[in-house]
């Protein structure tokens, strides 16, 4: 499977954007997908994930309250709505698959199909 992130820009802080990570072919019903970020000069960071079924969902306590992942499998999509943006979140994000049978995917070794990511910019 194949995910490619879209739906980056660049928005003033307190705004809000919503992310889309499409999946192409393979299994992307039956594995979890997560959001990832990562700043300039930082480590990558988990963001929030959801698993194969929708059923479960994590976040990050940094985004708690103002970050809402969703997935339509109809549509092979995994959404994330991001609220109340904070300049420091500026940084470039996935949407990697979680390694099968993984469930939560926290971490960039239990996760794999990465794709380019998309740029989000948040000024004041």
């Known amino acids: 499977v194949q995910l490619v992130e879209s739906g980056g820009g660049s928005v003033q802080a307190g705004g809000s954007l919503r992310l889309s990570c499409i999946a192409s072919?393979?299994?992307?019903?039956?594995?979890?997908v997560g959001w990832f970020r990562q700043a300039p000069g930082k480590d990558l960071e988990f963001v929030a994930g959801?698993?194969?079924?929708?059923?479960?969902?994590v976040y990050a306590d940094s985004v708690k309250r103002r970050f809402t992942i969703s997935r339509d499998n109809a549509k092979s999509t995994v959404y994330l709505e991001k609220n109340s943006l904070k300049i420091e979140e500026t940084a470039k994000y996935y949407c990697?698959?979680?390694?099968?049978?993984?469930?939560?995917?926290?971490?960039?070794?239990?996760?794999?199909?990465w794709g380019p990511g998309t740029q989000v910019t948040v000024s004041s």
């Open positions: 990697p698959g979680a390694l099968h049978g993984v469930w939560p995917a926290r971490t960039r070794f239990e996760n794999k199909h």
């Open positions: 072919a393979g299994t992307f019903r039956s594995i979890g």
């Open positions: 959801v698993s194969w079924t929708g059923g479960s969902i």
